[in-house]
Structure formats: structure tokens, C-alpha cells
């Protein structure tokens, strides 16, 4: 599986921005795909992910203002960023894995993308 980033950037606080992730080389049906982002200094974060019983879920920081979705007929998913604070800043990464591991996409996702930086000025 292959995925590719686009968008990011640098964005003032309370700005908004779309990051794009188009994939490839399985059928679709078979992995599912998150965003998790790194900060500065710390450790990956999940910002979508999944997990079996709950669905696709938001770390508590984006909640209400981050959003995914997805282009079947584009093969490419979304993570729409509104409302972004300073703590937003961070090199976001379109990661996937095989459906039977969902539960382990933002923890140990099996496939990434080349990550994108996003930067959020004051």
C-alpha cells in the first residue's frame, strides 16, 4: 500500500488547512487508514484513528475541529483542520494498516506516507 500527502503549511492560528493522502496498491476494502502527527521534541500522537466497537475516533485535543474523510472514487482520504491552535504545529503522517489490525493503526500502523509539516503562528 502507498500513500501520498499533500497540503500542509504554514497557517495563523484560528486558520484552517486540508491535508490530502491518496492511496494505492491494495483494494481499499483491506486496510484502513488514520493521521497521527509528531510534534517537536514529542512523541507520535493519534489524531483519527479506529478501534473496534468505537469507530473512527479524534484525540481530545482536535475534537470538534478536526475532521476525516474519504473519496472512494479518489482514493484519497482527508484530514480537514479548523479552528487550529499552536499545539497544532507538527509533521502529520497518512498512516494505514491491514483491516484485522485497525485497532492498532495509530499505534503500530503498518504502512506511512512521507509526512507533511504543518505550522501554526501566532
Known amino acids: 500500500v502507498q500513500l501520498v500527502e499533500s497540503g500542509g503549511g504554514l497557517v495563523q492560528a484560528g486558520g484552517s488547512l486540508r491535508l490530502s493522502c491518496a492511496h494505492s496498491?491494495?483494494?481499499?476494502?483491506?486496510?484502513?487508514i488514520g493521521w497521527i502527527r509528531q510534534a517537536p521534541a514529542k512523541e507520535y500522537e493519534g489524531v483519527s484513528c479506529?478501534?473496534?466497537?468505537?469507530?473512527?475516533h479524534y484525540a481530545d485535543s482536535v475534537k470538534g475541529r478536526f475532521s476525516f474523510s474519504s473519496d472512494g472514487a479518489k482514493n484519497t482520504v482527508y484530514l480537514q483542520m479548523n479552528n487550529l491552535k499552536h499545539d497544532g504545529t507538527a509533521r502529520y503522517y497518512c498512516v494505514g494498516t491491514r483491516t484485522e489490525y485497525k485497532d492498532y493503526l495509530c499505534s503500530h500502523p503498518e504502512y506511512w506516507g512521507q509526512g507533511n509539516q504543518v505550522t501554526v503562528s501566532s
Open positions: 496498491g491494495s483494494t481499499s476494502d483491506d486496510y484502513v
Open positions: 479506529i478501534s473496534r466497537g468505537v469507530g473512527r
